[in-house]
């Protein structure tokens, strides 16, 4: 198919063809409320992940086709997210959806997968619930997005270290890299005209998990978080010794000269946030959880909004369980 570059208004009134190949160059919706303050934190947050392509470029995408599976419909697009490598992604869709619909934005995880990628999102991994994510969110209603990230899926055409490397030399941070593809895979799903945009929440399991909340942090229209198994406090990772236990990609230099887990994850606030860890996951030691648990708190309470920050403890290592995945569905039910 030809790939095509529309405008928000275009696409609503294209409604039955659904593409979402769009020239995105208005800036991002905020939260109705933003502080000066969480601006320039978000600043300089982005800031630190390196050369990236422009943020206002405009992205697009090829629709190369779609299926029922499952009870859903699976679209297979490949998308210009940073002009420098395309980018495979799923939509999955309920099958009779009618107007408009709130979003998930998927972020699929790492465990060494790296020919996986986005095929997590339909066919699930070992360590999350039987019912892949695609189903479970369509199932309840959503229209949900995932992407192959840099080195995964259909674009582990190089490896993890070697694509680091690459990139620092170039100025760039492997990690910035997969936040930036994050950020426009955000666009896209918000140009769909199928999509509520007031309403879009991220989910994702390990590195999923960290992609998430980064996200959330970095873009006011990410109006639910769930996290799973990867809140990860910096200092107390130091501490356990266990820097090994993440991927070379989890690193951002110069990042714990600026912020900790838990000022990340403030700039979140006043959104809603549930993140799921286990009591014996060691890539997120137990007094780093309590760090974050304690400081979020204050954060929500002095916002007002206690209820929207939730962390769930299991007595599981590194996976996913049946209650954690009833208490996400529902906290996305609530918030969202």
Same mark, same amino acid.
């Not at 997210?81 to 934005?105: C, F, K, S, T």
């Not at 995880?109 to 019912?131: A, C, D, N, W």
């Not at 049946?322 to 996400?328: C, D, I, L, Q």
């Given at each position: 198919? *030809?790939?095509?570059?529309?405008?928000?208004?275009?696409?609503?009134?294209?409604?039955?063809?659904?593409? !979402?190949?769009?020239?995105?160059?208005?800036? #991002?919706?905020?939260? #109705?409320?933003? *502080?000066?303050?969480?601006?320039?934190?978000?600043?300089?947050?982005?800031?630190?992940?390196?050369?990236?392509?422009?943020?206002?470029?405009?992205?697009?995408?090829?629709?190369?086709?779609?299926?029922?599976?499952?009870?859903?419909? %699976?679209?297979?697009?490949?998308?210009?997210?940073?002009?420098?490598?395309?980018?495979?992604?799923?939509?999955?869709?309920?099958?009779?959806?009618?107007?408009?619909? #709130?979003?998930?934005?998927?972020?699929?995880? /790492?465990?060494?997968?790296? *020919?996986?990628?986005?095929?997590? !999102?339909?066919?699930?991994?070992?360590?999350?619930?039987?019912?892949?994510?695609?189903?479970?969110?369509?199932?309840? $209603?959503?229209?949900? %997005?995932?992407?192959?990230?840099?080195?995964?899926?259909?674009?582990?055409?190089?490896?993890?270290?070697?694509? !680091?490397?690459?990139?620092?030399?170039?100025?760039?941070?492997?990690? $910035?890299? @997969?936040?930036?593809?994050?950020?426009?895979?955000?666009?896209?799903?918000?140009?769909?005209?199928?999509?509520?945009?007031?309403?879009?929440?991220?989910?994702? @399991?390990? @590195?999923?998990?960290? @992609?998430?909340?980064?996200?959330?942090?970095?873009?006011?229209?990410?109006?639910?978080?769930?996290?799973?198994?990867?809140?990860?406090?910096?200092?107390?990772?130091?501490?356990?010794?266990?820097?090994?236990? /993440?991927?070379?990609?989890?690193?951002?230099?110069?990042?714990?000269?600026? !912020?900790?887990?838990?000022?990340?994850?403030?700039?979140?606030?006043?959104?809603?946030?549930?993140?799921?860890?286990?009591?014996?996951?060691?890539?997120?030691?137990?007094?780093?959880?309590?760090?974050?648990?304690?400081?979020?708190?204050?954060?929500?309470?002095?916002?007002?909004? #206690?209820?929207?920050?939730?962390?769930?403890?299991?007595?599981?290592?590194?996976?996913?369980?049946?209650? $954690?995945?009833?208490?996400?569905?529902?906290?996305?039910?609530? /918030?969202?």
């Amino acid at each position: 198919m *030809t790939p095509m570059r529309l405008d928000r208004r275009s696409l609503l009134a294209l409604a039955g063809a659904a593409p !979402f190949a769009t020239a995105l160059n208005r800036p #991002p919706a905020v939260n #109705p409320a933003p *502080t000066a303050g969480g601006a320039v934190r978000r600043a300089e947050l982005y800031g630190l992940l390196g050369r990236l392509p422009d943020r206002q470029r405009p992205v697009g995408g090829t629709k190369e086709g779609e299926a029922e599976r499952d009870g859903y419909v %699976l679209e297979r697009w490949v998308l210009d997210l940073n002009g420098l490598e395309p980018v495979p992604a799923y939509v999955a869709r309920p099958r009779a959806l009618r107007g408009l619909a #709130p979003a998930v934005l998927f972020n699929h995880s /790492h465990g060494g997968g790296y *020919t996986i990628g986005k095929k997590e !999102f339909v066919e699930g991994r070992s360590y999350l619930q039987p019912v892949p994510y695609a189903k479970a969110l369509t199932d309840a $209603g959503y229209v949900a %997005l995932c992407i192959d990230h840099w080195v995964f899926g259909e674009r582990s055409h190089a490896t993890e270290e070697d694509t !680091f490397k690459a990139m620092l030399w170039e100025g760039r941070v492997l990690w $910035g890299m @997969m936040v930036y593809d994050s950020l426009r895979a955000l666009d896209v799903l918000a140009a769909r005209p199928d999509v509520e945009i007031s309403c879009i929440g991220t989910v994702g @399991m390990s @590195m999923g998990s960290t @992609m998430a909340w980064w996200l959330a942090a970095l873009d006011e229209r990410v109006t639910v978080t769930v996290d799973l198994n990867c809140l990860t406090d910096f200092q107390a990772l130091l501490a356990h010794k266990g820097l090994k236990l /993440h991927g070379i990609y989890y690193y951002v230099p110069s990042l714990l000269l600026h !912020f900790a887990t838990a000022q990340i994850n403030e700039l979140i606030a006043p959104r809603a946030h549930l993140a799921l860890a286990g009591l014996r996951d060691e890539l997120t030691p137990v007094e780093g959880l309590d760090r974050i648990d304690r400081e979020l708190q204050q954060v929500y309470a002095v916002a007002g909004v #206690p209820e929207r920050w939730k962390l769930l403890r299991y007595d599981v290592a590194h996976q996913e369980t049946a209650e $954690g995945r009833r208490e996400a569905l529902a906290f996305l039910e609530r /918030h969202l």
